[in-house]
C-alpha cells in the first residue's frame, strides 16, 4: 500500500510541474504549432495526403491497409518513429500512419523525418494526390 501510494503522490507532483510550465510560458505550444504546420506543410508538397487541420498528431493517408503497414515499416527502419493504423482502428480504405509533433523536435528532425517519407515513397513506387493539409477531412 505504501509504495502505491508513493507512486501515486510522485505522479501528482508530476502532474503539477507540467502544469506549472504550461502556465509559466506558453513557448511549448508556440513551438509545436510552429513544429505542426512546418512539418504538415512540408509533407504536403511532398505529395502526402495529411488528414485534419492544424494538430500535432498528423495522419498520413495511405488508404490502403497492406501498404500503411510496410510504409510504417520501412519509415521505421529508417530512423522515423511511426505507427501505421488500419481496420479495426479506422474504416476500410482509410489506413494511415501516425506521428506525433513535439515541441522537442529540432527543424533538423522534422527535415529527416519529411526526407524519409520521401526516399520511402520513392522507394515504394507511392503516388499520392497532392492536397493542403486543410483538404483532407
Same mark, same amino acid.
Request: aromatic content about 8%; some cysteine.
Given at each position: 500500500?505504501?509504495?502505491?501510494?508513493?507512486?501515486?503522490?510522485?505522479?501528482?507532483?508530476? $502532474?503539477?510541474?507540467?502544469?506549472?510550465?504550461?502556465?509559466?510560458?506558453?513557448?511549448?505550444? !508556440?513551438?509545436?504549432?510552429?513544429?505542426?504546420?512546418?512539418?504538415?506543410?512540408?509533407?504536403?508538397?511532398?505529395?502526402?495526403?495529411?488528414?485534419?487541420? !492544424? $494538430? *500535432? @498528431?498528423?495522419?498520413?493517408?495511405? !488508404?490502403?491497409?497492406?501498404?500503411?503497414?510496410?510504409?510504417? !515499416?520501412?519509415?521505421?527502419?529508417?530512423?522515423?518513429?511511426? @505507427?501505421?493504423?488500419?481496420? *479495426?482502428?479506422?474504416?476500410?480504405?482509410?489506413?494511415? @500512419?501516425?506521428?506525433? @509533433?513535439? *515541441?522537442?523536435?529540432?527543424?533538423?528532425?522534422?527535415?529527416?523525418?519529411?526526407?524519409?517519407?520521401?526516399?520511402?515513397?520513392?522507394?515504394?513506387?507511392?503516388?499520392?494526390?497532392?492536397?493542403?493539409?486543410?483538404?483532407?477531412?
Amino acid at each position: 500500500v505504501y509504495q502505491a501510494l508513493w507512486a501515486l503522490l510522485k505522479i501528482g507532483l508530476d $502532474h503539477l510541474k507540467v502544469f506549472e510550465l504550461l502556465e509559466s510560458s506558453t513557448g511549448l505550444a !508556440d513551438r509545436v504549432k510552429e513544429n505542426t504546420a512546418y512539418f504538415r506543410e512540408a509533407m504536403a508538397r511532398t505529395g502526402f495526403r495529411i488528414a485534419g487541420a !492544424d $494538430h *500535432p @498528431i498528423t495522419p498520413i493517408m495511405l !488508404d490502403d491497409a497492406a501498404l500503411a503497414s510496410r510504409f510504417a !515499416d520501412a519509415i521505421l527502419d529508417n530512423g522515423v518513429c511511426v @505507427i501505421g493504423f488500419s481496420i *479495426p482502428v479506422v474504416p476500410q480504405g482509410k489506413a494511415r @500512419i501516425l506521428l506525433q @509533433i513535439s *515541441p522537442a523536435h529540432t527543424r533538423e528532425d522534422l527535415e529527416f523525418a519529411i526526407a524519409k517519407f520521401g526516399e520511402v515513397k520513392f522507394e515504394m513506387k507511392i503516388s499520392t494526390a497532392k492536397a493542403k493539409p486543410s483538404q483532407i477531412k
